[in-house]
């Protein structure tokens, strides 16, 4: 019996040849992580990793002896003995004993997690559907992180990078050795964020806003995933971190200072039907694509086609209502605060043209702007 | 399923005893409980393959990075199904179709307690599920928000389909309860002249207890899918931060519901276990008192761990800490169990035979699995598994070697008596290492995928986990495909296999031992006497 078994080993070990070509070192155990809280936890998982292998040797040991030991087929014949008060209170009493041994750890780990006090920097994670947004306590400094895989490398007609799925196109950049105190929350649905190597994982709830902290030892870009399912793109949403020296990430705020206010110089000027359709685009393929899809025809009914839609091709005023206020109860965001008012115009009139809705529409910032201030 | 009726009637004297209706009718009005257990057992394996299929298509997704076959929307209502279909359709009634056939014969009762209530909670199932299933034909898909149905994705974001899912766990929860109340019932009515409580072989034990845990928590379930109701269509904001709601209650009370569940999975598996490794090691089974307190005890602990779900909404720290203690402390009789069936194996006279093997399998299995569970429960490290393979593998390791390896096990061991015809050994033995091989390569590379960082219910995956995902797909058919062997393997049992003895098994002690294989079709019409 056993013999012919061994035949699937090869079966088994087939995928592995024609598995993936740029693949990243596997995995095979938990991070140690880049933290001090990740490195305690990490000690608290092997902890109780080898208790539990200890454990199962002498149990199956003693299961394995008497399965090779006390077989009828070699004539062993059956003791009578049936029940032991003394026994049974022994191997009650030693596992609370053992457990109360791991309990102490855990928990003085936990508290540790717990400390949110006294941070240093502070940054508002909210989820949303598909996306992560950072807004920068104090300092002004606010964005969206999508995930920046194009999709031909997901529909397998491009070679996967090496950073597949994880990689994002605004990185997170936190400074190294400061108390960094994350306050997470969403705005639709349940999310979580998470990054193994600081051993952080908090939902991020509407309507709740909940904290956790880091301070990570070492430079480096650390890489995670939402935890939570939250719809059709729930794997699609990663969290990419960039930890910089102290001096390297007061020049990045700076710079994103300086960059929003560039942005916000924009609104002031008036673009060419050309010029609104190629930004356009990019912002249609980065916020709306995941639902409407990149050739407007979206995914109904969860997600109703732009192309040739009368929103898309009537009312402009209603086209703009809907993009900046969302539409309660249903996927559709609010993109009033997500998108700038240069990026909100752009996308309504790529909207309004894409797709032979050609409705010759040149919406403006300004536009956005009057509508807002109605 | 012929083989069941019993045409040699013995008592035709009496006017009570008839043998079965003719044709549909028989299955259709039925009110034995042997006709309503082979109802169940059956109903219970086609759900099995249904789910099986879907986590086939979740499997074949998965076999390598990028998106082949299906869409991520498709996918996450292959999740989603995969495990309500196996949780409500495979296990549970699975485990009501041993209850049914076995109860009776176990204690010495004609039947169960309420036989018409009996076979109207059978017939909810098909159409439960067939409400269930048809979502998946229609406009927006099947739900798609994880067995797990957390609001607000299930209520706000849900596809309309929600309703007939809302409508389908209604009904198979009332089913649920019916059942429970018949097995109370029968279990504390019905018990032959000297058969006390603590007579009673483990698996009636097993189920009395677990008949409570589903009378407390289907309820549950039946309040919170109600509130989700309200939410969708009758304005309430029981869920929705927007109106005021709370998001984290739908999971306090869902997990009230889920955690006692999980042990409505495994409990009757602790039962039959329990009746079987003593059978095949010719000895009594060791500490029979301390088996029943153990049970009592898991019972009575899964109602104060229910947070160990949620340890990262960001419960305040010494809720965490109260749901990390009383989450370790179920290890204690958890443990006393595991030591009880090898004490019972330990100087024993064993054979391996399929039911002893998958028993066998299940005590190692599932202390693995019980192994990962005690990691998950220490909440530090659970912040870095939560929501990970890690978790997949964890309770695919408690629910297949566990639930699952539990009713292979007792379908082995009683389907002799049922069907007085015993099963092809040697196809039988190959049934067990085919599974036992396929379900590890399936399951245990999970735990690898989970610590490296892999979430679960994600269509597409990071290139450092495609090798083990791989093998896991290999697994995962190895495993599916052999449970045809199984049907085959019950089918020629049924139709053409060695008589079977009375006895059946050499080691073989109970009531249901002392009557005629196949069981007649009416038994212990008059109560036996039980010393």
Same mark, same amino acid.
């Given at each position: 019996?056993?013999?012919?078994?061994?035949?699937?080993?090869?079966?088994?070990?087939?995928?592995?040849?024609?598995?993936?070509?740029?693949?990243?070192?596997?995995?095979?155990?938990?991070?140690?992580?880049?933290?001090?809280?990740?490195?305690?936890?990490?000690?608290?998982?092997?902890?109780?990793?080898?208790?539990?292998?200890?454990?199962?040797?002498?149990?199956?040991?003693?299961?394995?002896?008497?399965?090779?030991?006390?077989?009828?087929?070699?004539?062993?014949?059956?003791?009578?003995?049936?029940?032991?008060?003394?026994?049974?209170?022994?191997?009650?009493? &030693?596992?609370?004993?053992?457990?109360?041994?791991?309990?102490?750890?855990?928990?003085?780990?936990?508290?540790?997690?717990?400390?949110?006090?006294?941070?240093?920097?502070?940054?508002?994670?909210?989820?949303?559907?598909?996306?992560?947004?950072?807004?920068?306590?104090?300092?002004?400094?606010?964005?969206?992180?999508?995930?920046?895989?194009?999709?031909?490398?997901?529909?397998?007609?491009?070679?996967?990078?090496?950073?597949?799925?994880?990689?994002?196109?605004?990185?997170?950049?936190?400074?190294?050795?400061?108390?960094?105190?994350?306050?997470?929350?969403?705005?639709?649905?349940?999310?979580?964020?998470?990054?193994?190597?600081?051993?952080?994982?908090?939902?991020?709830?509407?309507?709740?806003?909940?904290?956790?902290?880091?301070?990570?030892?070492?430079?480096?870009?650390?890489?995670?995933? %939402?935890?939570?399912?939250?719809?059709?793109?729930?794997?699609?949403?990663?969290?990419?971190?960039?930890?910089?020296?102290?001096?390297?990430?007061?020049?990045?705020?700076?710079?994103?200072?300086?960059?929003?206010?560039?942005?916000?110089?924009?609104?002031?000027?008036?673009?060419?039907?050309?010029?609104?359709?190629?930004?356009?685009?990019?912002?249609?393929?980065?916020?709306?694509?995941? %639902?409407?899809?990149?050739?407007?025809?979206?995914?109904?009914?969860?997600?109703?086609?732009?192309?040739?839609?009368? &929103?898309?091709?009537?009312?402009?005023?209603?086209?703009?209502?809907?993009?900046?206020?969302?539409?309660?109860?249903?996927?559709?965001?609010?993109?009033?605060?997500?998108?700038?008012?240069?990026?909100?115009?752009?996308?309504?009139?790529?909207?309004?043209?894409?797709?032979?809705?050609?409705?010759?529409?040149?919406?403006?910032?300004?536009?956005?702007?009057?509508?807002?201030?109605? | 399923?012929?083989?069941?009726?019993?045409?040699?009637?013995?008592?035709?004297?009496?006017?009570?005893?008839?043998?079965?209706?003719?044709?549909?009718?028989?299955?259709?009005?039925?009110?034995?409980?042997?006709?309503?257990?082979?109802?169940?057992?059956?109903?219970?394996?086609?759900?099995?393959?249904?789910?099986?299929?879907?986590?086939?298509?979740?499997?074949?997704?998965?076999?390598?990075?990028?998106?082949?076959?299906?869409?991520?929307?498709?996918?996450?209502?292959?999740?989603?199904?995969?495990?309500?279909?196996?949780?409500?359709?495979?296990?549970?009634?699975?485990?009501?179709?041993?209850?049914?056939?076995?109860?009776?014969?176990?204690?010495?009762?004609?039947?169960?307690?309420?036989?018409?209530?009996?076979?109207?909670?059978?017939?909810?199932?098909?159409?439960?599920?067939?409400?269930?299933?048809?979502?998946?034909?229609?406009?927006?898909?099947?739900?798609?928000?994880?067995?797990?149905?957390?609001?607000?994705?299930?209520?706000?974001?849900?596809?309309?389909?929600?309703?007939?899912?809302?409508?389908?766990?209604?009904?198979?929860?009332?089913?649920?309860?019916?059942?429970?109340?018949?097995?109370?019932?029968?279990?504390?009515?019905?018990?032959?002249?000297?058969?006390?409580?603590?007579?009673?072989?483990? =698996?009636?034990?097993?189920?009395?207890?677990?008949?409570?845990?589903?009378?407390?928590?289907?309820?549950?379930?039946?309040?919170?899918?109600?509130?989700?109701?309200?939410?969708?269509? =009758?304005?309430?904001?029981?869920?929705?931060?927007?109106?005021?709601?709370?998001?984290?209650?739908?999971?306090?009370?869902?997990?009230?519901?889920?955690?006692?569940?999980?042990?409505?999975?495994?409990?009757?598996?602790?039962?039959?276990?329990?009746?079987?490794?003593?059978?095949?090691?010719?000895?009594?089974?060791?500490?029979?008192?301390?088996?029943?307190?153990?049970?009592?005890?898991?019972?009575?602990?899964?109602?104060?761990?229910?947070?160990?779900?949620? =340890?990262?909404?960001?419960?305040?720290?010494?809720?965490?800490?109260?749901?990390?203690?009383?989450?370790?402390? &179920?290890?204690?009789?958890?443990?006393?169990?595991?030591?009880?069936?090898?004490?019972?194996?330990?100087?024993?006279?064993?054979? =391996?035979?399929?039911?002893?093997?998958?028993?066998?399998?299940?005590?190692?299995?599932?202390?693995?699995?019980?192994?990962?569970?005690?990691?998950?429960?220490?909440?530090?490290?659970?912040?870095?598994?939560?929501?990970?393979?890690?978790?997949?593998?964890?309770?695919?390791?408690?629910?297949?070697?566990?639930?699952?390896?539990?009713?292979?096990?007792?379908?082995?061991?009683?389907?002799?008596?049922?069907?007085?015809?015993?099963?092809?050994?040697?196809?039988?033995?190959?049934?067990?290492?085919?599974?036992?091989?396929?379900?590890?390569?399936?399951?245990?590379?999970?735990?690898?995928?989970?610590?490296?960082?892999?979430?679960?219910?994600?269509?597409?995956?990071?290139?450092?986990?495609?090798?083990?995902?791989?093998?896991?797909?290999?697994?995962?058919?190895?495993?599916?495909?052999?449970?045809?062997?199984?049907?085959?393997?019950?089918?020629?049992?049924?139709?053409?296999?060695?008589?079977?003895?009375?006895?059946?098994?050499?080691?073989?002690?109970?009531?249901?031992?002392?009557?005629?294989?196949?069981?007649?079709?009416?038994?212990?019409?008059?109560?036996?006497?039980?010393?």
């Amino acid at each position: 019996m056993r013999s012919r078994l061994f035949h699937w080993a090869p079966v088994a070990l087939l995928p592995s040849l024609w598995a993936t070509p740029a693949s990243a070192e596997y995995g095979l155990n938990m991070t140690r992580g880049v933290t001090d809280v990740s490195q305690s936890v990490y000690d608290l998982h092997m902890t109780i990793f080898w208790i539990c292998v200890a454990i199962g040797i002498v149990v199956f040991g003693v299961m394995f002896y008497s399965i090779i030991k006390h077989r009828k087929s070699k004539g062993a014949v059956a003791a009578k003995f049936h029940e032991s008060t003394v026994v049974e209170i022994v191997w009650t009493i &030693i596992p609370v004993i053992i457990l109360v041994a791991m309990a102490w750890p855990a928990t003085t780990t936990l508290i540790e997690m717990y400390d949110t006090s006294e941070s240093e920097v502070d940054i508002k994670i909210t989820g949303y559907q598909w996306k992560w947004r950072y807004e920068y306590l104090g300092t002004g400094v606010d964005f969206f992180s999508n995930m920046s895989t194009p999709k031909e490398e997901i529909y397998n007609t491009a070679v996967k990078n090496e950073n597949y799925l994880l990689e994002v196109d605004n990185e997170v950049v936190v400074p190294i050795n400061r108390k960094i105190r994350f306050l997470i929350t969403a705005n639709d649905v349940i999310h979580s964020w998470w990054v193994p190597e600081f051993a952080v994982k908090k939902d991020a709830i509407p309507g709740f806003i909940n904290e956790s902290w880091t301070r990570i030892n070492e430079p480096g870009i650390y890489r995670g995933q %939402c935890t939570e399912l939250c719809g059709k793109d729930h794997g699609f949403m990663p969290v990419v971190l960039r930890a910089v020296e102290e001096k390297e990430y007061e020049e990045w705020i700076l710079a994103k200072q300086e960059q929003a206010r560039a942005e916000a110089e924009l609104a002031k000027l008036t673009f060419t039907l050309e010029e609104q359709m190629e930004r356009g685009l990019a912002v249609y393929t980065t916020n709306c694509a995941a %639902c409407h899809q990149a050739n407007g025809a979206g995914i109904p009914p969860s997600f109703p086609a732009l192309k040739g839609s009368a &929103i898309a091709i009537g009312d402009i005023e209603k086209h703009i209502d809907i993009v900046v206020n969302g539409v309660p109860g249903t996927a559709m965001q609010a993109y009033g605060n997500q998108l700038s008012d240069v990026d909100m115009a752009a996308v309504i009139t790529y909207e309004r043209n894409a797709w032979q809705n050609d409705t010759g529409d040149n919406v403006s910032a300004k536009d956005i702007v009057d509508f807002k201030n109605k | 399923m012929s083989a069941v009726i019993d045409t040699t009637k013995p008592n035709h004297d009496d006017h009570e005893h008839h043998g079965p209706a003719k044709g549909i009718a028989r299955w259709l009005f039925t009110t034995n409980h042997k006709d309503i257990g082979s109802m169940y057992l059956w109903f219970s394996f086609a759900m099995f393959l249904v789910g099986g299929c879907m986590a086939l298509t979740i499997r074949a997704e998965l076999f390598q990075p990028g998106l082949q076959l299906v869409e991520p929307e498709f996918f996450n209502q292959m999740t989603t199904m995969h495990g309500l279909i196996m949780v409500f359709g495979a296990v549970m009634p699975a485990f009501v179709g041993l209850a049914n056939w076995l109860i009776p014969m176990m204690i010495g009762a004609p039947d169960m307690a309420l036989p018409r209530m009996n076979n109207w909670s059978f017939w909810i199932l098909p159409f439960a599920f067939g409400l269930l299933l048809s979502t998946l034909f229609m406009e927006g898909g099947a739900p798609n928000f994880g067995w797990t149905f957390y609001a607000p994705l299930s209520t706000t974001y849900a596809p309309d389909t929600v309703t007939y899912f809302i409508f389908g766990v209604h009904m198979m929860g009332v089913s649920s309860i019916m059942g429970a109340i018949n097995v109370i019932a029968t279990i504390l009515n019905m018990r032959a002249p000297g058969m006390t409580l603590m007579k009673m072989p483990l =698996f009636v034990w097993t189920w009395l207890i677990t008949a409570f845990l589903l009378i407390a928590v289907m309820p549950v379930l039946a309040g919170v899918v109600t509130m989700m109701l309200m939410d969708v269509h =009758f304005g309430t904001s029981f869920f929705n931060a927007a109106g005021g709601g709370d998001p984290v209650l739908f999971q306090h009370i869902f997990w009230f519901f889920g955690h006692p569940e999980v042990y409505i999975m495994i409990l009757p598996a602790f039962g039959v276990v329990s009746q079987i490794i003593p059978t095949f090691s010719r000895k009594p089974l060791f500490g029979y008192h301390s088996m029943v307190y153990a049970v009592a005890s898991i019972a009575i602990l899964s109602f104060i761990v229910w947070a160990h779900h949620m =340890f990262t909404v960001g419960m305040p720290l010494v809720g965490e800490l109260f749901f990390m203690y009383a989450t370790m402390l &179920i290890a204690v009789p958890t443990g006393v169990k595991v030591f009880n069936w090898i004490a019972t194996m330990f100087r024993g006279s064993l054979s =391996f035979e399929a039911p002893m093997l998958f028993s066998v399998a299940f005590v190692i299995l599932f202390t693995i699995g019980g192994f990962s569970g005690l990691m998950l429960a220490i909440a530090p490290s659970d912040f870095q598994y939560h929501d990970t393979y890690f978790v997949v593998a964890h309770f695919h390791y408690v629910l297949v070697p566990g639930a699952i390896f539990g009713i292979f096990a007792a379908v082995y061991y009683w389907l002799p008596k049922w069907c007085g015809n015993m099963y092809d050994e040697a196809l039988a033995k190959w049934h067990f290492w085919l599974s036992f091989v396929g379900m590890n390569l399936a399951f245990f590379p999970m735990h690898f995928l989970g610590l490296a960082g892999m979430p679960r219910r994600i269509p597409d995956y990071a290139l450092q986990f495609a090798d083990f995902n791989s093998i896991s797909s290999v697994g995962a058919f190895l495993f599916g495909v052999t449970q045809l062997l199984f049907l085959y393997l019950v089918i020629k049992a049924i139709t053409k296999g060695e008589k079977a003895t009375d006895q059946v098994w050499e080691g073989a002690e109970g009531l249901e031992w002392t009557i005629p294989s196949p069981a007649p079709y009416h038994t212990f019409s008059t109560p036996p006497e039980v010393r």
